[in-house]
């Protein structure tokens, strides 16, 4: 294997890379499968909700004193542990069965070394779990009307709750924990049985009514008028605290700028845990109704909601939605279906399916050849050798026939001539002497005459200065001068014993 | 080293992505045709890369053998394979310096390596003088079918190889034959100095050391050693190795031609007992063989001198000039405060001749005789094999080229430096002639 391909081996991350992404693959299906973390909007009093009915204030102030378990799942009542174990549950929207109820007791006895239930319901919802406990105190489930100013009377049993009508749920009662709390409540209900350590403070001047679930109301005598609103019973060693009301809990109260239900609802859950840190608060979240975002119950309570003008609300319907919409259960199954419906349109075009065709080849050749650099397979060049000098292109010229002799070269050789002349006999070409020593070397006066002087006319005329002969071919007059200069220079070798050109 | 894809490769993957995507999107059935044209693809991308694996860490021992010029050169490339895979049809080419001559073995082939085994390259070259380059190997490799090829890789080393002139025996046959017939051989005669001479009677006055004890102990007479007059003649040849003075048949070249002159005359005289050194300058610098040495030695030193000459590229030539300036310091730093002869063979066209004035007239000043021995290109070069109806028209070209040098002699003699006009024949008797009959005289 080459250096680059070990090297790309050992750097690479194919392995890596495929790993990764089967995981994802896997985990993306596993989240499609699953489908979103938050499936809907709790709606109630549940601790998971942060808008105005939710509990969530209270999980956030317990915190800070205590630990609180927020129980989505019963199966989560098993990891509990804590010396006191406070269940609490606040106006559930579905009731708790009679096998929940036992189950969930009996579970917390197993967890906790000492158990206390609180319940704070307006509604029969939770009477279950006091009966699992096998406690005297009921929630009555009716509802607790006081009419502080009675400008009207009402007449019971023929009259019907108007929920409009203001200030006429809102009895104001005293409740004893360690010390007496004076709360106005909202919709209350009455308990009964067990110690009542909590009633509704009405005197003579005011009408207080009892309203069945049925909707049947009954005026209450001026006597009778300090109705239980909290209970209190120990049974075995569980103690039960039962409010007629969850309202008191809610975020907007907390999140109210009035501080008597914070300070009422600090001392409640201080009494409970004994003030001990070990102390453990389990806050039931499994009895709200979730609403799904697509039914248009969720759109129409989140427009209700919107209408509290509370910035928390904006975000927590932000956040609510943001991963729902993220969540590949959202968008994976659509965008599938997207795509193989598309594919099968393209493929049903035959134009599209051959632009596809194409585009895939391309992709898939990409992939195949990995951008490599193509290169022409052509044997290796071999090494040239190359001949030297200063005649090598001139031999190429001549040989390609480009060449041409011309009336310059005729000066150019004429020149050569003349410098070989001043060299041996130190005259220029042009003095009528050489022709003396012209016909010395070549042993014939009369012929170096002749040569000599058909040297200088067609110099003349190559240097412009005569127009004789008219008729010239000066390629071949080249060639005779060369012929010329050659004999010279034989001769001159063979008189002095050096070659001169 | 990473492979690339040829034109048949690059086919050949486009007909296999076209499959995969008739298979993906059409008909799943040619998946199996599929299968098999991308298993061709992939195995023959895996043998191209066990072959450039072998190929890379193949191990390689290079040699060469020489003696002299004109003499066979041999390289030897030894390709050793200590993998289990062979390494099978690689191309090969040999590079080696342009102006080199390869007479034997193949320098361009394909090359089998089995496994575990080594093979052995032969290229045999004609020797010429001077420092050559020689190597690496130009290796590529292949697939089997052709698909994927490497890059070309150097294989093995560079090797310079320095091939010292020839002395030749019949120039220097021929310098004592004329210097002897034109008496102008020093004669020996007894004096100072330091080589033996003769022994002979002793006379009154003669030192004691001298004496010769083992003549007096076998024939009773008391005889002293003589030592031979020492007559000092410092000779200096400058040798131009531009790239125009290679001009000629291989091994006939201008250059060669001088250099060999050079190394017969420098082996004459050193026999005679002359100091003396040698400068060789070109288009890449300058280099001399130190200061005037006497004897074998001076003589060895100017043939090393010349054999590290290298021949200036076309590329290095267009972007270097001659140092001139640096060519003076150096005859400055070695040449003698006594006369010397300083012999320059260099052409005197394409403007030389100014500098080589230059050179002349402040060599001259300091007393020192200076020839200028031109070598007439024309003549290292007659172009026998061009037809009959081209030979004149070549011929006046070359004329028309010698016309620079032969006005650069007539400037120079002009002004008064001495000029040889060197062609192949006579410029060796002509130089001895010169330093004899100077020694001659003053002996």
């Known amino acids: 294997m080459s250096t680059l391909l070990r090297e790309k081996l050992r750097r690479s991350n194919y392995i890596s890379t495929l790993l ?45 004193n205590y630990t609180v378990y927020v129980i989505t799942e019963q199966s989560l009542l098993s990891a509990i542990s804590g010396e006191i174990c406070v269940f609490t549950t606040i106006s559930p929207e579905r009731p708790f069965t009679l096998e929940e109820a036992t189950l969930v007791t009996s579970k917390l006895r197993d967890v906790c070394s000492k158990l206390k239930i609180l319940v704070a319901d307006e509604s029969t919802n939770s009477n279950n779990i006091l009966t699992a406990l096998n406690s005297t105190i009921k929630v009555n489930g009716d509802r607790i009307l006081v009419n502080y100013s009675p400008t009207i009377t009402y007449t019971p049993p023929n009259y019907t709750i108007a929920p409009e009508t203001p200030g006429l749920f809102y009895p104001l009662v005293a409740i004893h924990v360690d010390k007496t709390h004076m709360l106005r409540l909202d919709k209350a209900s009455s308990v009964s049985g067990g110690m009542q350590v909590g009633y509704v403070l009405a005197n003579t001047s005011h009408d207080v009514y009892l309203l069945n679930p049925d909707g049947s109301g009954m005026w209450i005598p001026p006597g009778e008028r300090n109705i239980t609103i909290a209970s209190r019973e120990v049974i075995g060693n569980v103690e039960v605290f039962v409010l007629g009301d969850g309202s008191i809990f809610l975020n907007q109260v907390l999140g109210s700028n009035r501080t008597e239900y914070r300070v009422f609802v ?135 026939r480009v060449v041409k002799l011309t009336a310059q070269d005729y000066v150019g050789v004429y020149s050569v001539l003349d410098n070989l002349s001043q060299l041996v006999w130190g005259l ?55 012929e010329f200069v050659e004999e010279i220079s034989k001769k001159l070798s063979e008189k002095f014993g050096v070659e001169y050109l | 080293m990473s492979l690339l894809i040829t034109e048949r490769g690059k086919a050949y993957t486009i007909l296999v992505a ?27 991308r895996i043998y191209a890369e ?71 390259l032969v290229f045999v070259f004609k020797a010429r003088t001077g420092t050559h380059w020689i190597g690496p190997l130009r290796v590529v490799v292949r697939d089997l079918l052709g698909l994927f090829k490497s890059q070309e890789i150097r294989v093995g080393r560079r090797i310079e190889v320095s091939i010292p002139p020839t002395v030749e025996p019949v120039i220097v046959r021929k310098l004592y034959t004329f210097t002897r017939s034109v008496g102008l051989v020093k004669t020996r005669s007894p004096g100072e100095g330091v080589e033996f001479y003769d022994v002979r009677e002793y006379r009154v006055g003669d030192e004691l050391k001298r004496v010769v004890w083992r003549v007096y102990a076998s024939r009773n007479k008391l005889a002293v050693w003589e030592a031979e007059r ?55 610098g300058v280099r001399d063989s130190g200061r005037l040495v006497h004897g074998v030695e001076g003589f060895n030193r100017i043939v090393e001198t010349i054999s590290k000459t290298r021949i200036a590229s076309s590329e290095e030539v267009s972007q270097s000039t001659t140092n001139w300036k640096y060519l003076v310091e150096r005859f400055l730093t070695i040449l003698p405060r006594e006369r010397a002869f300083v012999f320059i063979f260099t052409r005197t066209g394409s403007g030389k001749w100014q500098y080589l004035l230059d050179i002349a007239l402040k060599l001259k000043a300091l007393g020192h005789a200076v020839y200028i021995a031109m070598p007439v290109i024309t003549a290292y070069d007659i172009p026998r094999d061009l037809p009959e109806s081209l030979y004149r028209i070549y011929r006046a070209k070359q004329l028309l080229l010698l016309r620079e040098d032969l006005e650069g002699i007539v400037k120079l003699r002009e002004l008064g430096v001495r000029v040889i006009a060197m062609t192949p024949l006579h410029v060796a008797q002509r130089i001895i002639q010169l330093i004899e009959s100077a020694t001659w005289t003053r002996s």
Not at chain 1, 30 to 44: D, F, H, Q, T
Not at chain 2, 70 to 96: D, F, G, M, Q, W
Request: hydrophobic share 45%.
């Open chain 1, 20 to 64: 990764l992404v089967l995981i994802l693959l896997v985990g993306l299906i596993a989240l499609v499968e699953k489908g979103p973390l938050v499936p809907g909007i709790p709606i109630g009093a549940s601790p998971l909700s942060p808008l105005s009915l939710g509990t969530l204030e209270l999980v956030y102030m317990l915190r800070r």
């Open chain 2, 50 to 120: 066990i072959s450039l694996g072998v190929l890379e860490d193949l191990e390689v021992e290079v040699s060469a053998h020489y003696t002299i010029e004109k003499e066979p050169l041999v390289v030897h490339y030894k390709l050793i394979n200590r993998r289990i895979y062979s390494l099978l049809h690689a191309e090969y080419s040999l590079e080696y310096e342009s102006a080199l001559s390869f007479i034997k073995g193949a320098k361009a082939g394909l090359l089998i390596v089995p496994g575990n085994s080594s093979i052995e």
């Open chain 1, 428 to 482: 220029r070409f042009e003095n009528p002497e050489i022709q003396v020593k012209l016909g010395e070397l070549l042993g014939d006066p009369g012929r170096a005459e002749k040569i000599w002087l058909w040297i200088r006319k067609l110099y003349l005329k190559a240097t412009g200065r005569s127009k004789l002969p008219i008729v010239l071919f000066w390629s071949r007059a080249v060639k005779r001068l060369v």
């Open chain 2, 18 to 44: 076209f499959t995969v995507a008739l298979a993906v999107i059409l008909d799943y059935r040619l998946l199996t045709l599929t299968s098999l044209l991308i298993s061709l693809l992939i195995s023959m």
């Open chain 2, 230 to 284: 020492e007559s000092y003649q410092g000779v200096v040849y400058v040798l131009g190795a531009h790239r125009d003075m290679w001009t000629g048949p291989y091994n006939q070249s201008v250059f060669e031609h001088s250099a060999r002159i050079v190394a017969s005359i420098a082996q004459y005289t050193a026999r005679r007992g002359y100091a003396q050194a040698l400068i060789v300058f070109n288009e890449l």
């Open chain 1, 266 to 400: 600090e001392e409640l859950f201080n009494h409970l845990c004994e003030k001990s840190y070990k102390c453990a608060i389990i806050l039931d979240a499994t009895h709200y109704s979730v609403l799904s975002l697509k039914s248009e119950e969720a759109v129409k309570y989140l427009l209700e909601q919107t209408m509290y003008n509370d910035t928390r609300i904006l975000l927590y319907l932000i956040a609510l939605i943001a991963p729902i919409l993220i969540h590949p259960a959202t968008w994976l199954p659509v965008m599938i279906n997207t795509i193989t419906s598309g594919y099968k349109t393209l493929l049903e075009n035959h134009f599209t399916t051959i632009l596809l065709l194409v585009t895939f080849t391309i992709i898939v050749y990409n992939m195949f050849s990995q951008h490599k650099i193509l290169a022409r397979d052509r044997p290796l060049r071999e090494q040239l050798e190359e001949e030297l000098g200063v005649f090598v292109e001139l031999k190429k010229s001549v040989l390609a």
